[in-house]
């Protein structure tokens, strides 16, 4: 015992000292801090604004196109449409919307000019605009009243809500949650199962090994790698999660009180993007309270430990079967790679439907339970994983590693001394069966 | 008293026997050279010995105890024939872990081999990694890691490869002085001039059995073929040679290398020159070198019929 925890000390503290595991460790957080914020901080400072000059021949649209934030309009009815293309840029305007004679029924020809692409929101903004121009035009022209409609428009949700005590839940919250973890599990298997094997890889080919075995076990040397990279993985984990709950504390500081206020009130156009953004993030706050995040949490350190155990084994069982040439490994690792690519695929269904047949199963066999059943669970447990399925998952994933830790054991002690022949796949099987 | 005895040590493989019913005694102290083609079954052999491999049949008795891998490997240094270390691990940290896991105490371990890095003069290499050192370097320090436990079995798989020669003397030498603070020492080879200068006792093995074994010098007894060399003043002319008790073998300058015939004695071949008043200037037993026993022995094995493809060990 006292072997094994030399070597995990010594593959967890030479991976942990690397500068590599510095870095990703600190950039994760800040990537996904920059994918809260900078969307944010977007909406909240917009764009540098746009003057449009609008030359309106038909007379429509004069003074019926809102200014708002970062576009404005400027009418010239008298312009001369061909003079001002040549000198616009000249007078300070980002573009041109011409509107030739048109028929209220069927209108055509409206153009806008600009040096270079208009981009997508400034495209959508003017043709929102110019139809909402037209709507109310041909409103008027059939004699319907505006505040009548504005009284008949419906625009409310269903509050969706799950289990006995009615908790409030949101299907939106519970896939990007469940899509979150599995993926996250998917990243952890192939990433650490592949740092597993290409350390096994590593001692065969330097031949330090034989060296190691003649003084500990083979089973010794392949479980002090495996639990000492586990360790590295879970250190990992550890601040991202401390880093990146800081920055979920943080974030509501960048937005002013006003306009939180103003989103809890419900009251969003007075403030604009501003108060959107605001009550954006005050929605995902309160879905986000609404989960298990005890459970969920502990399932998510289950189902990671699991699945790498799972895998991880036979990632090391494939390493002890390299030699100097790596491009055999490539061929070998196939067999693993396959049920993972399996398993994500489930997922990404699975946190569509939860319940379907196939979502079930898959969160119950072991190949691919640990990517599947974290998909499902932020749906709810009991209500949408009984717990049968999760205690059958829990055991089947214990059984499962215990039994390719066994078989990876068998082929590592064969394959991690066996040098100069390149060994086949059916070969490795065999050692499995082997007695002694 | 033996360190080590192996008796009826067997390993088979799918295909062939690598190891088939092989046994032998290692008196502690000495210097043992385990001595075979490639591919005979050394390695194997060396395997069972430190506990990597399990034999399928026969035992091991290590320093009078049934050995137990787990609970000797303290007791056993081995360096195999490809060395290994963590090329981006430190010298000093890789040689600490090693010695920690033979279940040495830190404060103990880092005491060995402060020591032994003095000794060698590699004290700066402490922070190095090992990759920055050079082959013969790494040997250096593979060889320390080795026997920094102080093992009472050293396993050396051909410890001089790759070494030059001053750096193999040292190491030479080392072996030397362990032997004689009792450290028994296993050494696989197959350069025999080292065997010669190196092994007290040596046993050859080919295709996975024993051939022979012996002390060096009872074995250069057993095959020794009659031969002797003489150095005369004068060469003397034919009829001077004639003779019942030697036939000439070779013709050196004022010299010749003859065959005693088996009744005769070594008096009857100096009193030939002497009464013939033909000076003789020295007198010396042609003994067979190992490598030649070896060659031999060797030779007349593989005439034996195969039964199975050779396959490196």
């Not at chain 1, 500081?253 to 605001?278: D, K, R």
């Not at chain 2, 030479?172 to 028994?184: D, H, R, Y």
């Amino acid at each position: 015992m006292n072997k094994i925890w030399l070597i995990i000390k010594r593959e967890f503290f030479t991976r942990v000292r690397k500068r590599s595991f510095l870095i990703v460790t600190l950039l994760v957080p800040v990537a996904f801090a920059a994918m809260i914020i900078i969307p944010i901080l977007m909406a909240v400072t917009g764009n540098e604004s746009k003057r449009i000059a609008v030359v309106d021949k038909s007379g429509i649209f004069t003074n019926k196109l809102p200014d708002k934030k970062g576009i404005y309009f400027k009418y010239l009815p008298e312009a001369n449409i061909d003079s001002l293309k040549r000198n616009y840029i000249a007078q300070d305007y980002s573009g041109i919307l011409y509107i030739p004679e048109i028929d209220i029924n069927r209108p055509a020809g409206l153009e806008y000019y600009s040096k270079g692409q208009a981009g997508i929101s400034l495209e959508s903004a003017i043709n929102n605009d110019i139809n909402s121009a037209i709507e109310r035009k041909r409103m008027e022209l059939a004699g319907i009243d505006k505040s009548k409609l504005d009284e008949l428009r419906s625009n409310i949700t269903v509050e969706f809500k799950s289990g006995d005590d009615g908790k409030k839940g949101n299907a939106w919250v519970a896939y990007g949650v469940g899509y979150a973890s599995g993926f996250i599990i998917y990243i952890v298997l192939l990433l650490f199962g592949t740092s597993v094997m290409r350390g096994v890889m590593e001692e065969k080919v330097s031949r330090i090994a034989e060296v190691m075995i003649s003084s500990v076990k083979p089973f010794q040397l392949m479980m002090g790698k495996i639990v000492g990279i586990a360790a590295v993985g879970l250190l990992q984990f550890l601040i991202w999660g401390v880093l990146i709950s800081a920055i979920y504390m943080i974030i509501p500081l960048f937005l002013s009180p006003e306009s939180i206020q103003a989103a809890s009130q419900g009251n969003m156009m007075a403030q604009g993007n501003n108060a959107e953004a605001a009550e954006a993030f005050r929605r995902v706050a309160d879905v986000v309270g609404s989960i298990n995040w005890g459970l969920l949490l502990s399932c998510f350190v289950f189902y990671f430990l699991g699945g790498y155990l799972f895998y991880s084994s036979l990632f090391a069982a494939i390493g002890s079967l390299a030699n100097e040439d790596a491009s055999d490994v490539q061929q070998l690792t196939f067999p693993i790679t396959v049920p993972i690519i399996i398993g994500i695929m489930i997922m990404m269904k699975a946190v569509h439907a939860p319940d379907s047949s196939l979502a079930v199963w898959g969160s119950i066999i072991p190949f691919t339970s640990p990517m599947v059943m974290m998909a499902r669970l932020p749906y709810g447990v009991p209500g949408t994983v009984p717990y049968w399925q999760l205690g059958l998952s829990f055991a089947l994933l214990i059984g499962g590693f215990i039994l390719t830790t066994w078989a990876a054991g068998k082929i590592y002690r064969t394959g991690i001394l066996m040098y100069g022949k390149k060994i086949t796949l059916k070969e490795a099987m065999k050692w499995i069966v082997k007695k002694g | 008293m033996n360190l080590l005895e192996v008796k009826h040590l067997k390993k088979y493989y799918a295909t062939h026997k690598a190891v088939d019913d092989i046994s032998f005694e290692i008196p502690q102290g000495s210097i043992f050279g385990l001595l075979g083609p490639n591919g005979a079954g050394k390695t194997t052999l060396l395997r069972m010995i430190t506990g990597i491999f399990y034999p399928d049949e026969g035992s091991i008795v290590l320093n009078g105890h049934p050995f137990d891998p787990q609970r000797d490997t303290q007791l056993i240094g081995y360096m195999p024939e490809e060395r290994g270390l963590y090329k981006k691990m430190k010298v000093g940290e890789q040689t600490l872990y090693l010695a920690r896991l033979k279940g040495l105490s830190e404060k103990e371990a880092t005491a060995k081999i402060k020591k032994w890095f003095d000794k060698f003069e590699i004290n700066s290499w402490w922070n190095k990694r090992v990759d920055e050192l050079s082959k013969g370097m790494q040997q250096k320090v593979q060889f320390i890691s080795t026997i920094m436990h102080d093992p009472k079995l050293l396993i050396l798989d051909e410890p001089f490869s790759g070494l030059d020669p001053i750096n193999s003397n040292l190491i030479k030498q080392e072996i030397f002085n362990l032997a004689q603070q009792g450290t028994t020492i296993i050494f696989s080879t197959h350069r025999m001039e080292q065997v010669e200068e190196i092994c007290d006792h040596i046993m050859l093995v080919n295709k996975g059995h024993k051939i022979l074994d012996g002390s060096v010098k009872q074995i250069k007894q057993d095959f020794k073929q009659g031969l002797f060399r003489i150095g005369l003043g004068v060469m003397p002319n034919a009829a001077q040679m004639a003779t019942y008790h030697f036939k000439i073998v070779e013709v050196h300058e004022n010299a010749f290398t003859v065959k005693m015939n088996e009744d005769s004695t070594t008096n009857d071949i100096l009193l030939h020159f002497i009464q013939q008043n033909i000076p003789v200037t020295y007198f010396e037993e042609i003994l067979p070198s190992i490598n030649e026993v070896f060659i031999t022995q060797v030779q007349q094995t593989e005439k034996a019929p195969v039964t199975a493809a050779q396959q490196p060990a």
